[in-house]
Each structure stands twice: as structure tokens, then as C-alpha cells.
């Protein structure tokens, strides 16, 4: 079985992002750029799904500029077995990501699609519903567990009140919660071997599909901030504060 | 204008997220009908008609509907989307398994966990985890929205008198099976809809010790929430996890106990009204957002403050 990992290149997790002055957008510029830690998991899930012998080949997709083949290149060293790279000026929608890899999934013809729950600078959640909706194909988001038996896929989800457990005819869409798994790092021999492995250059043309803009950004703004308030040096000065200056117990 | 509200529940009663989600609803202006899917939830749609701001409930109960699974209630919600401008939910998992697929289905964009209505197609939504607020525009027919609940005040659950029109499609797309669930049962309050939550986090070291902060959680009739690292530890299920990628909070008081305040945290409960930070580490980056901050050991602290409640 072929599993294909969808996978974005974003704000590394701990940076504290500034809004530009002009509120036009979030300042990039000299920032640590790195995988998506939810797509990590993906390529992790990916990858163990080969070393059980389930999957024979991992392809992954990235969909951006030219930079995100950095990211490419990072999920092959950690295993990956070839890339494809579908450029566009910056990264699109989430509808226009999931277009593409409809269109991916068409020529390729994967049991399994496995993408992040979400993106951490976007923070949409939408892509891999988007994509089970496009091609009719059952969804297993926010997974905590994947199983795969015959041409079934056993997915664990966390849901708001505990776990939920669906089981899905393949080829069937994933997508990952942080519990999955803990991805490992990429050892510099297979960093190096990774600078070797296919990488396949695409553009939304040789799909046929036409990016559209759904959703202006308009403005971007920094949120209020809170003020750092006082410490206190007993738990009776606590309770004090909380039954007398803030009236909330 | 229109609006098309899917509400949220557990095929009993109504969840009070939706009662956010009419409020955003509200403020566009227009006629709100609500959608209860489920199976066997004439229950909700009995609550629902009484919901302020509503003017039709539509059923759709069959036990096709009984787990929400997304391929299902997706087609239905699609199926009825021709009479409305917007459709809109809370952003319950529920939702968020299922309105991108809607969106998609529609071919138009997702507004995802908007906190402000601006306008009948802009609207304000946190991004990069809530460190920039975002002011997007739809330029869709239908706008495809879900409701940080945090963010709006619960509109009133009596007073409306709305009729209910029963919808008898059924869409099993036969591709996904419910297997099993494992719900966590709680006495407390539920963490999304409490006045009152108090978080652990890896500072609490076990799940034996998370019995300090229970004890404390009871005498405040508040809900227990998490860290990331609490729940990775496996000192707490991973429905109590507050933050960016958790459950996102604003409670009358929050109260963080071993818990260092990284961004994705923050994300998840800096709105709350009074927050306290309990961290033996007088430089942890909760403090810079607490209000009121008691540095030291939480295991002396706990149990200080349980016997002074
Ligand atoms: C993609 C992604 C998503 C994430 N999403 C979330 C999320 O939704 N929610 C979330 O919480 N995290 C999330 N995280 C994890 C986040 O980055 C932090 O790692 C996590 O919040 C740390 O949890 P903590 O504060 O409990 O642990 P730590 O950072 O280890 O802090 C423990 C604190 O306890 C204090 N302490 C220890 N012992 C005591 C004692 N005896 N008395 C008093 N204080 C004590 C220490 O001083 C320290 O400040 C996410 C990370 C990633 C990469
Ligand atoms: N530009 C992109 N290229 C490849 N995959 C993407 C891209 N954007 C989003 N994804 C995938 O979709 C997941 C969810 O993203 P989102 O819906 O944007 O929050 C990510 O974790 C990725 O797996």
C-alpha cells in the first residue's frame, strides 16, 4: 500500500510571532521556518506504518514556494520515499490544498493520505476534510491511533468528551492529533541520502486546477495583551484577593 | 439573509455551546433556523424551539445520525445549504470534523473559529495561536463559519417559539462505521462551560497527585483542565487539555498549578477574566499573564488553599 503525507512548512512552534507595524500581515522575515509539528506526526505515523510492513511506499507533498522543499527534503531524511513539490507564489487555501492533492491522490492512488490536524500558523483544521470531501473518501481526523487491517483502516479520535473509534474502508484520509506518536529526528547519514531521493517539481497547471482566493485577509492585528498582574506572598492573601478585589469566588 | 445554525448536543440535550454560536448568528442579522441531527433527539429539538433568536427548528432523526459521523451529517447539511447565506456552528469536534467538508462540498472557503462578527462577510479569528488577530473577508455566496464559543456570551435558552419542520432525508454514505467510544465520565463541570476551571500541569508530577488540585476543583464547583504535558504524562485524559490545540477557555477565574505558560497554553485560556498562576519557578512566563500569582510549591500550596476554601 502506498500512503501519501501531506505536509506544510510554518513558523517553528516556539517563536512568538509580531504583527507588521502596517497590520498588513505577521513579520517572517528572519524567522525559524520548520515542518508543521502535526504533519511530524504524520510522516512519523507514515513511517511506522512501513516498518510493520503495511506500506510499501511513502510520497510526499508539500504545496508553496520554492523553500518548502526544505521541508520536503527533512521528511525524507526521516523516511519518506520521494517528494512531489507543487509551487505556487505563497501557500494557498486550504480548498486550493486540497484541490491539488485530490488531484495528487487521482494520479497516485494511495490506501492512506495522512495530514496534519492542523496548521500552527494558520490554524484552519480544514485541509484533510476538505480533501475526504473532494473525493467522497471517509475521514479519520484527529487521530490518536491508526490500525490498518485488510482494506480497513481502525481509527481512534479525540473527541470533546473522550475517544471515539470509526472504522473506514480504505483508501480512507487521516489526520493527526499530537498522541499519535512521538516523531523521531533525522540522523545526519539519512540526511544526507535524502539530498538523493526523487523530488518531483509540479505546478497547480499540470493539475488543471485553478487556485482561487476564497477568504481576504484584510488586516492583521496584535491581540490585547494582558498586563502582568501582582504576587502575593500567602494563600490568605489569595483567597483575600479573590473574595474582596476580583469578587470571583 | 438567512443562516442555517447546526446545533450541538448528545441526542438528549441541548450543549450551551450552541447557545454562543446563536449569538454570533444573531449579530448578523437575519432569520435563524436551527439543524438538530441526531437520532432519537426529539428531546433537543424540544429545547431548541425554545431557544431566543430562533425562528424554525429542523430535525433530521434517524440512526443513520447517532455518531455525527462527518460523510453523513456533511451531505445533509449540503443538501439543505440552497435556501441560506451562512451556515454556522460552535466549534465543537463534532463541527470541526464536519463543516470543512460541507465547505468543500459547496466549493467556498471556511471562516474557522471566528471571535468577532464585523460585518454579514467579515469577521475577526485568532491565528498562529492566538498571537495575531486576523480580519478576513469572504467573498463566497455562502459563508461556512464556526463559532469560537469563548469569544460570545450565550444567547437565552427560553423565551423563543419556534415550530419544527421535520426533514426525512437520510444520507449513509456507508464509507465510515462507528466502532466504539470511550466518554470520560465527570461529576464537575464541564471545562468549556464553567465559571471556575483549575489546570495541572507537569509540575504535578503523577495522576495520584492530581487529587490535590480535585480537591481543590470541588470546593470551587470548578472544572479540571491540563497542559499538553499533563495529558502526554498520562496524569489526565486528553479532554481536559487546554490550549491552542486543546479546548479553548475563558472562565470568571483560571487557576494554572505547575504549569510554565508556553504560547500553545496561553492560547487556550488567556481570555479567561482572573487568572492565578501557582509555580514554584517565579520566572515562568504564566506569571506574565496572571493576575495574581503565588510563587512556591504547589504541594504545600494545595493543600493549604483546599483547607481555607
Ligand atoms: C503543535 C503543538 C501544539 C501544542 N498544543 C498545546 C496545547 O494545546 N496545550 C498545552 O498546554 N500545550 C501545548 N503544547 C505544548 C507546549 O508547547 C508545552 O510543552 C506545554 O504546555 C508545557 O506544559 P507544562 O507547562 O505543564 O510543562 P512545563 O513547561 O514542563 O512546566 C512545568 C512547570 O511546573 C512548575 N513546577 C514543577 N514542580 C513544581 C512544584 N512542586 N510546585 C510548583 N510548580 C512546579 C515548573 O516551574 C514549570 O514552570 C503544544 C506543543 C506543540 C508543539
Ligand atoms: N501548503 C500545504 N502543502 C501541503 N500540505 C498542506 C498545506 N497546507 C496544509 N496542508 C496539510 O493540511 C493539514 C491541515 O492544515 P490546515 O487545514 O491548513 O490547518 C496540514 O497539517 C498539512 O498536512
Known sequence: MKIIVSVKRVIDYNVKVRVKSDNSDVDLSNVKMALNPFCEIAVEEAIRLKEAGIASEIVVVSIGPNAVQEQLRTAMALGADRAIHIETESQPEPLNVAKLLAKVMEAEEPGLVILGKQSIDSDNNQVGQMLAA???????????????????????????????????????????????????????????????????????????????????????????????????????????????????? | MSILLIAEHDNSTLNPATLSAVTAASQLGGEITMLVVGNACQSVADEAVKVMGISKVLLADSDVYEKGLAENLSALIVELAADYSHIIAAASSTIKDTMPRVAALLDVGQLTEIVAVESVDTFKRPIYAGNAIATVQSRDAVKVITVRTSAFEKAKAEGGNANTEVVDVVFDMGVSRFVSEELVKSGRPELTAASTVISGGRGLGSAENFSLLEKVADKLVAAVGASRAAVDAGFVSNDLQVGQTGKIVAPELYIAVGISGAIQHLAGMKESKVIVAINKDGEAPIFQVADYGLVGDLFEILPELEAKL
Open chain 1, 134 to 249: 473532494l473525493t467522497r473518501r471517509p475521514q479519520g481526523t484527529f487521530a490518536s491511533k491508526v490500525t490498518v487491517e485488510g482494506d480497513k483502516a481502525l481509527v481512534t479520535r479525540e473527541v470533546d468528551g473522550g475517544l471515539r473509534t470509526l472504522s473506514l474502508t480504505l483508501p480512507a484520509i487521516v489526520t493527526t492529533d499530537l498522541r499519535l506518536n512521538e516523531p523521531r529526528y533525522a540522523k545526519l547519514p539519512d540526511i544526507m541520502k535524502a539530498k538523493r531521493k526523487p523530488l518531483e517539481l509540479k505546478t497547480p497547471a499540470d493539475f488543471g486546477v485553478e487556485l482561487k482566493q476564497h477568504i481576504l485577509q484584510l488586516k492583521v492585528e496584535a491581540p490585547a495583551q494582558r498586563q502582568a498582574g501582582i504576587k502575593l506572598d500567602s494563600v490568605d492573601a489569595l483567597i483575600d484577593k479573590l473574595k474582596n478585589e476580583a469578587k470571583v469566588i
